[in-house]
């Protein structure tokens, strides 16, 4: 009797796993991309996702992920939301290359009245990446922007800081450089959910 009830709970149990959707997920490059996700207690939903290149080599799969999909840069750009960027790394990259990508890349996107603006922002953040080691392939970078608090960022669950930038100059800055004009068009434009790319 025992064994006939125990059976019956195990074959409920089994059939309502069966019932229960999917996590649809797509996958670029061998990284496995969630179609929705759960971030700081807000539901979000893939705008795009896409693989960032530094000359011929692909560095990383981006993905973006907002409170509803949006295709205008200018929208993705505004912290008017939550918002998370997480970056998949596709190869190996040492500290002193990370700290020049992301100052070369700010200074592109930004104005000179922008960056007097944010340069405290912008030096927390290069001696952030300079104490690295390097990042490695299959490392988890997330930067997120969490309304009422700022932006946050992690490596491999771990945190960058442990206070957020409120600046939304900071990260609108930031977001321009995954989505600004100067970015190839392709890769903002698999971000802005407007193509694909990868694969």
């Not at 930067?143 to 945190?159: A, E």
């Not at 970015?183 to 694909?196: C, I, M, T």
């Amino acid at each position: 009797m025992r064994f006939s009830l125990w059976s019956s709970l195990c074959v409920s149990f089994v059939m309502a796993a069966a019932a229960l959707p999917a996590q649809a997920v797509i996958e670029i490059e061998g990284v496995q991309v969630e179609e929705s996700i759960v971030a700081n207690g807000y539901k979000l939903v893939l705008n795009g996702a896409g693989v960032r290149k530094r000359g011929y080599f692909k560095s990383d799969v981006v993905a973006l992920y907002m409170p509803e999909r949006k295709t205008s840069a200018e929208a993705v750009m505004k912290p008017t939301g939550a918002r998370r960027l997480t970056l998949v790394l596709l190869r190996d990259i040492p500290s002193s290359t990370i700290t020049r990508y992301f100052i070369g890349d700010f200074k592109t996107v930004a104005t000179d009245a922008e960056f007097k603006q944010v340069i405290n922002e912008v030096g927390q953040m290069g001696q952030i990446y300079g104490s690295m080691n390097k990042v490695s392939k299959g490392d988890v970078v997330i930067i997120d922007w969490i309304p009422g608090q700022g932006m946050l960022g992690s490596i491999n669950g771990k945190p960058l800081t442990d206070k957020a930038w409120s600046s939304p100059l900071f990260f609108e800055l930031y977001m321009r450089m995954y989505v600004g004009p100067s970015v190839p068009v392709d890769f903002r434009n698999a971000l802005l959910g407007v193509s694909k790319q990868g694969g």
